[in-house]
């Protein structure tokens, strides 16, 4: 049996992934990959000045990403921060661990100078892996469904 490259591309949380031409997140194999996700909703930056609630709901923009391919933050195997401040890195370290301290995936936190919205004060990737999830996708697929 070979193995499907990208399969099953997950859009439809940012105004950016058609403006920019992204997805929110792709299967490939048995991994999902998970673009940057920040604190906005709604047309709106949520939680703006707090770097703690700003790391946990882009935490939840990733973990419904991840539901599409009915996997959780179980599943996540690396995480990547970027903040745009050092001083909020003991905050958003803590909203990491609040997610994340059953799983302990490998991490990286970054500071950068900025984010497309000022007001944003992290962005977070995740990458996730589920043994048998591309077989999953691929039954899925030839039985007609093109999400997943």
């Not at 859009?11 to 992204?22: A, L, Q, V």
């Not at 609630?53 to 419904?64: D, H, R, Y």
């Not at 803590?94 to 900025?114: I, M, N, S, W, Y």
Request: glycine content about 8%.
């Amino acid at each position: 049996m070979t193995e499907p490259s990208a399969t099953a591309r997950v859009s439809g949380f940012s105004p950016w992934e058609d403006e920019y031409g992204f997805s929110r997140a792709v299967a490939a194999g048995d991994f999902v990959l998970v673009a940057g996700c920040t604190a906005y909703d709604n047309g709106m930056v949520q939680h703006e000045g707090d770097p703690y609630e700003q790391a946990v709901a882009a935490f939840g923009v990733a973990a419904k990403a991840l539901a599409h391919y009915g996997l959780t933050e179980a599943d996540v195997v690396r995480t990547r921060m970027y903040i745009t401040h050092v001083r909020d890195s003991d905050e958003i370290g803590r909203a990491h661990k609040q997610v994340f301290d059953t799983v302990r995936p490998v991490t990286t936190l970054v500071v950068v100078e900025g984010l497309v919205d000022s007001r944003m004060m992290v962005e977070v990737e995740v990458e996730a892996y589920r043994p048998g999830l591309a077989s999953m996708l691929e039954s899925r697929t030839s039985e007609g469904s093109k999400q997943p």
